[in-house]
């Protein structure tokens, strides 16, 4: 499916700009409608109801602080679009907590842009969970920024972490309107004897198919490792050079939360090019 909406989380943060930068690029290439969303921190469900009548001074002045914060972040964002050229765009400003927030708008977008947690710059909004919160409750594909480089040109060399499960599935194919411009594709599979899901004489050949048929062509290799996945794929995009990597989400349940998988939580803290996850 092409990306024909495209939400992108702004903010104050230093990186916002390079998150404003990605996302107007896709959005040209694709020629999709951008969607600029600042949230304020402060819970819908408070705002919904009459307690913010009762609020004392204090926690006024303080939701007028982070509106403040949010509306200067939409400025940004409104200024670069401008300096961009962007045809189609628009801004929310949103009084919800920032995962919360985010989520619901996503549910009206194609691909959601949002940044790495950063523990150098911290934020009374943003939480140290956001990214794994957004991947895992989204519904939508997601593209997750580092909080150091530039990035001018992603996608012209993409890595696929392929096991045949769901989610690696379902990130493969929300990937494919970025796969059709890349230079270069690669697949990897690693220790396909150990995975039962990769019940083929040749893992990855199918999916590698698949993708060819849209006019992908696919290059698959199969490493073996005694490492962690995790570590063995992040070695990976530095061995090959890649600008982008495309793998699936994982989470499992504990009480009432969703706890992301092993190597999900490690590309997450460690990634040094951006991340197209699914779940």
């Known amino acids: 499916m092409p990306y024909k909406t495209i939400l992108v989380h702004v903010d104050e943060s230093s990186r916002a700009s390079e998150r404003i930068k990605i996302a107007s690029a896709i959005a040209m290439a694709e020629r999709a409608h ?6 304020t921190g402060a819970s819908r469900y408070l705002l919904q109801s009459r307690m913010l009548a009762e609020l004392d001074p204090n926690l006024q002045s303080h939701l007028a602080f982070l509106r403040g914060r949010a509306e200067r972040g939409l400025a940004d964002f409104e200024a670069a679009v401008h300096m961009l050229g962007l045809p189609s765009w628009e801004k929310h400003l949103v009084d919800d907590e920032a995962g919360g927030g985010i989520c619901m708008q996503a549910r009206y977008a194609d691909l959601v842009v949002i940044g790495q947690y950063d523990p150098a710059e911290t934020s009374p909004v943003v939480m140290p969970d956001f990214p794994q919160y957004v ?9 997750l920024v580092p909080h150091a480089g530039r ?21 493969v194919t929300d990937a494919i309107p970025l796969l059709r411009r890349a230079h270069t594709v690669d697949l990897v599979v690693f220790n396909a004897g150990a995975q039962q899901q990769l019940q083929s004489a040749r893992p990855g050949a199918d999916i590698a198919a698949y993708l060819a048929r849209h006019d992908i062509k696919v290059e698959v290799l199969r490493r073996r490792t005694d490492d962690q996945v995790s570590d063995a794929l992040l070695s990976l995009v ?42």
């Open 34 to 39: 951008l969607i600029g969303t600042a949230v």
């Open 135 to 143: 991947v895992l409750h989204c519904a939508r594909p997601v593209l």
């Open 151 to 171: 990035f001018d040109n992603i996608g012209r060399r993409v890595l696929i972490a392929w096991d045949a499960s769901m989610q690696s599935t379902r990130a």
């Open 238 to 279: 530095q061995e090959i050079g890649a600008d982008l990597l495309v793998m699936g989400g994982y989470g499992h349940t504990r009480f009432r939360e969703i706890i992301p998988g092993r190597v999900t939580e490690k590309v997450l803290a460690e990634m040094t090019v951006p991340v197209l996850m699914s779940c």
